[in-house]
C-alpha cells in the first residue's frame, strides 16, 4: 500500500441519457478522451460523478462498465462513500471483486463523526471491506461539513488501517496538507483536489492529482507540471492562471452543471445533472461557450 500516485487523476461526469437514465455506452469515450490525453486514471461516481446522486446498484453498474473500458495500467479508484456504512462496504467490496484499482470515500455528512476518532473508526470498517485495495479518504469540506485536521487523522491512524494510502485533499488548508505528507515519514500518499491551486500544492511536494477540470483541459495541467518540474515558473504561473479562469466560470454556473456543459462544449456530451441539480438552459449553454471563448480555452481544451 506504499505506491504513491504520480500524475494526473481525472474526477470524470456521470454521463446520463435525456430520460436521466444511465448512458453507459459514454463511458468508453470517456475512458478513451483520458488515456489518449495521457491521464493516469479516474476517480469515479465523487463529487464530479454525482456519486450520491445514483442508486447503489448504478454506482456499481458505472464502476463495472469503468474498469473495462479503461487502458492499460490506468488506475480506476471507485469512490464508495455514502451515509449508511454497510451501502459503503458493499460498493467497496464489489469494486474489489471487479477488479479497481482502488477506492476512496468521503465522511458521513448527514450523521458526522463527532471526532478523529469516530471517523478513523469507520473509515477502519469500510477498508476492512476490501483490505487488499488502496483506501483514500477524500477531504472535501466544502461539501461534508466534516472538517478535522487531516494531520491528526493520519497520525492516529498509523498502524491501524493497513490498506489506508492517503488522502484526496480538497481543500486549502496548505499548512495542514504539508504536515500531512510528513507523517511517519511520508507514509501516506497525498493527492491534491483543488485544481485552481495546484501550482502550491507542488512547491509542497505534491506528485498526483485529481481534478475535474483534469476532464476538458488535461494538456493545460500537465503543461503546468512540465514547466514547475523544469523551474520554468513563469509559465507555470501563467497556466495556472489560465485554470483559474476556467474554475472561476464554473463558480459563476453551479460547479458540476457547468462542467458538464464545458464537457459539451468541448466535444463530450455527458447529459444534464440529476435533481436537485438544475438543468442548464440553451442560453445559459451560449452564455457559458462565450465566456469559455473570451479565456482561449477552446486553445487547450482536450482533443
Known amino acids: 500500500m506504499s505506491e504513491h500516485i504520480e500524475g494526473l ?19 468508453g469515450a470517456q475512458a478513451d478522451l483520458l488515456g489518449r490525453n495521457g491521464l493516469a486514471g479516474a476517480f469515479i461516481c465523487g463529487t464530479t460523478g454525482e456519486g450520491v446522486s445514483m442508486s447503489e446498484s448504478e454506482r456499481m453498474t458505472v464502476a463495472e462498465r469503468w474498469v473495462r473500458a479503461a487502458p492499460d495500467g490506468f488506475k480506476v479508484i471507485v469512490h464508495v462513500g455514502q451515509n449508511s456504512l454497510s451501502s459503503a462496504r458493499a460498493l467497496a467490496a464489489h469494486a474489489r471483486q471487479i477488479g479497481a ?74 499548512m495542514d496538507y504539508q504536515l500531512c505528507r510528513r507523517v511517519a515519514g511520508g507514509r501516506f500518499d497525498m493527492v491534491f483536489g483543488r485544481d485552481e491551486i495546484l501550482l502550491s500544492a507542488l512547491a509542497m511536494g505534491a506528485t498526483g492529482a485529481i481534478g475535474s477540470t483534469f476532464n476538458y483541459a488535461p494538456g493545460l495541467y500537465t503543461g503546468l507540471i512540465a514547466a514547475f518540474n523544469a523551474g520554468d515558473l513563469d509559465t507555470a504561473r501563467d497556466l495556472q492562471n489560465r485554470s483559474m479562469d476556467i474554475v472561476r466560470v464554473l463558480d459563476r454556473h453551479g460547479g458540476v452543471r457547468c462542467g458538464k456543459t464545458i464537457m459539451k462544449l468541448a466535444g463530450l456530451d455527458c447529459g444534464q445533472c440529476r435533481p436537485p441539480l438544475a438543468e442548464v438552459s440553451a442560453d445559459e449553454t451560449r452564455a457559458i461557450g462565450a465566456e469559455l471563448e473570451r479565456i482561449g480555452f477552446f486553445d487547450y481544451c482536450a482533443k
Not at 470524470?12 to 459514454?26: H, R
Not at 490498506?163 to 496548505?174: F, I, M, P, Q, R
Request: aromatic share 12%; glycine share 8%.
Open 101 to 174: 484499482w482502488g477506492v476512496g470515500a468521503m465522511s458521513p455528512c448527514f450523521f458526522k463523526p463527532a471526532s478523529v476518532e469516530m471517523l478513523l473508526e469507520w473509515l477502519a470498517r469500510l477498508g476492512a471491506a476490501a483490505p487488499d485495495l488502496p483506501l483514500y479518504f477524500y477531504h472535501i469540506p466544502s461539501m461534508t461539513g466534516v472538517n478535522f485536521p487531516m494531520v491528526e487523522l493520519l497520525e492516529a491512524a498509523v498502524g491501524r488501517i493497513p490498506n489506508l494510502a492517503g488522502l484526496k485533499y480538497t481543500w486549502e488548508d496548505l
Open 9 to 27: 487523476i481525472a474526477a470524470p461526469f456521470t454521463p446520463f441519457g435525456p430520460d436521466g437514465a444511465l448512458d453507459l455506452d459514454t463511458i
